[in-house]
C-alpha cells in the first residue's frame, strides 16, 4: 500500500464550487477525485502531442481580443453550421 502526503493548492472560487457541486451530487470523497483528476492530466501530458493539448484557459492581449473579435463579427455561417443550428422540428 502506498503512503498518502498532502499537498496544498489555491484554486478559484469557481473550481472549488464545481468540486463541492460534484462531491455533493456524487458521494465521491474530494482526494480522490483530485487525485484521478491529477493522474489523467499528468498521464495525457506526457502520453499526447503538445499541439493537441487544449488548455481550459486562454490569455490574449487586448490587440489579439479585438482582432478575433473583428473576425468572429466578420464571419458568415457555414453550410453545415447552418444545418446544425437550423430547427429540424
Known sequence: MQKETQISALVSRTTR???ERHVRA???KK???V???LRHHLQAL???PADVIV???LVVTRQSGAAILKQ???AEPTGPL???MRDRD
Do not use: M, S
Request: glycine share 8%; net charge negative; proline share 4%.
Open 82 to 84: 447552418r444545418d446544425l
Open 17 to 19: 464550487e464545481l468540486l
Open 72 to 74: 468572429l463579427k466578420a
Open 46 to 48: 506526457q502520453e499526447l
Open 31 to 33: 482526494g480522490h477525485l
Open 55 to 57: 488548455h481550459p484557459k
Open 26 to 28: 456524487t458521494g465521491v
Open 35 to 37: 487525485e484521478q483528476a
